[in-house]
């Protein structure tokens, strides 16, 4: 219990330290704002020339607040990987170590305490942008809730997969290309652009397997189409993923700790 309250004050913290930053916070929301507002002209554009009211089952309106959460998700992300990997470097991992806390548990959460203001902020602005395009859509208080459910499981998944990276200094003279590949792939693969629904049919069900989905598509899609089978598969696929991604961050971990070890860290 004393371990978790110690926890929750790292995050409490964090949250409060980025609160302020919020000079950083408004120049992402001003990049959010210009890139809804080109999406909406591309979707427009794709609506109107097919012809289609509904296109990945998603009306104009829906598919627009699809983005608005897709890229609040995105411009959310603390930089986990560059901060570990300045810890490894500058030997600052070494004096973290003496503290009585776990550091992969005490990097978690601080990066959740940051990204909850990054995201209300960025969904705020959002989501006033959306209301001022096409207006609002459908929302009730249980659809919101199952949303809300995601989002835990899919920023621990995000953070897993950018420690894995940071992590990766320990042997590498720079993990900002593995940062590179993985932000693309999570953007492209996770759906960032367009709904899983829009690929072709073969590929989806190996789309919706890779832990990326469950980061960015998987929230969006309950945030705009709730569905309570949607939300009970979306928990089973982060579940999963998260206990892969945590075997893997442990090994890497000890791997990495035990190279401080040997060189008298």
Same mark, same amino acid.
């Given at each position: 219990?004393?371990?978790?309250?110690?926890?929750?004050?790292?995050?409490?913290?964090?949250?409060?330290?980025?609160?302020?930053?919020?000079?950083?916070?408004?120049?992402?929301?001003?990049?959010?704002?210009?890139?809804?507002?080109?999406?909406?002209?591309?979707?427009?554009?794709?609506?109107?020339?097919?012809?289609?009211?509904?296109?990945?089952?998603?009306?104009?309106?829906?598919?627009?607040?699809?983005?608005?959460?897709?890229?609040?998700?995105?411009?959310?992300?603390?930089?986990?990987?560059?901060?570990?990997?300045?810890?490894?470097?500058?030997?600052?991992?070494?004096?973290?170590?003496?503290?009585?806390?776990?550091?992969?548990?005490?990097?978690?959460?601080?990066? $959740?305490?940051?990204?909850? /203001? #990054?995201? !209300? *902020?960025?969904? @705020? =602005?959002?989501?006033?942008?959306?209301? %001022?395009?096409?207006?609002?859509?459908?929302?009730?208080?249980?659809?919101?809730?199952?949303?809300?459910?995601?989002?835990?499981?899919?920023?621990?998944?995000?953070?897993?997969?950018?420690?894995?990276?940071?992590?990766?200094?320990?042997?590498?003279?720079?993990?900002?290309?593995?940062?590179?590949?993985?932000?693309?792939?999570?953007?492209?693969?996770?759906?960032?652009?367009?709904?899983?629904?829009?690929?072709?049919?073969?590929?989806?069900?190996?789309?919706?397997?890779?832990?990326?989905?469950?980061?960015?598509?998987?929230?969006?899609?309950?945030?705009?189409?709730?569905?309570?089978?949607? $939300?009970?598969?979306?928990? /089973? #696929?982060? !579940? *999963?993923?998260? @206990? =892969?991604?945590?075997?893997?961050?442990? %090994?890497?971990?000890?791997?990495?700790?035990?190279?401080?070890?040997?060189?008298?860290?």
């Amino acid at each position: 219990m004393m371990a978790l309250r110690k926890y929750t004050w790292i995050g409490l913290t964090a949250a409060r330290s980025n609160l302020a930053y919020l000079s950083e916070v408004a120049a992402r929301t001003v990049f959010l704002a210009v890139i809804l507002y080109i999406f909406l002209r591309l979707w427009q554009v794709t609506y109107g020339d097919t012809g289609a009211t509904q296109l990945g089952g998603l009306t104009l309106p829906q598919m627009l607040w699809y983005l608005v959460m897709t890229e609040t998700l995105t411009l959310s992300a603390p930089r986990v990987a560059p901060e570990i990997d300045q810890d490894v470097r500058t030997g600052a991992l070494a004096v973290q170590l003496i503290r009585p806390l776990s550091y992969p548990l005490a990097r978690l959460w601080s990066t $959740l305490g940051e990204r909850l /203001v #990054r995201f !209300g *902020l960025n969904l @705020v =602005v959002g989501a006033a942008i959306a209301l %001022l395009l096409v207006g609002p859509i459908a929302f009730s208080a249980g659809g919101l809730l199952l949303f809300l459910l995601a989002l835990p499981c899919a920023f621990t998944l995000d953070f897993l997969g950018q420690f894995l990276i940071g992590m990766g200094a320990f042997w590498l003279e720079d993990t900002s290309g593995l940062l590179l590949i993985y932000s693309r792939i999570t953007m492209i693969l996770g759906g960032m652009l367009i709904p899983l629904e829009l690929f072709p049919q073969a590929v989806q069900p190996w789309l919706r397997a890779l832990p990326f989905s469950s980061i960015i598509y998987g929230p969006a899609r309950m945030f705009v189409h709730p569905d309570a089978a949607f $939300l009970r598969d979306l928990i /089973v #696929r982060q !579940g *999963l993923a998260i @206990v =892969v991604l945590s075997g893997a961050v442990a %090994l890497v971990y000890r791997a990495g700790i035990r190279r401080i070890h040997a060189n008298g860290g």
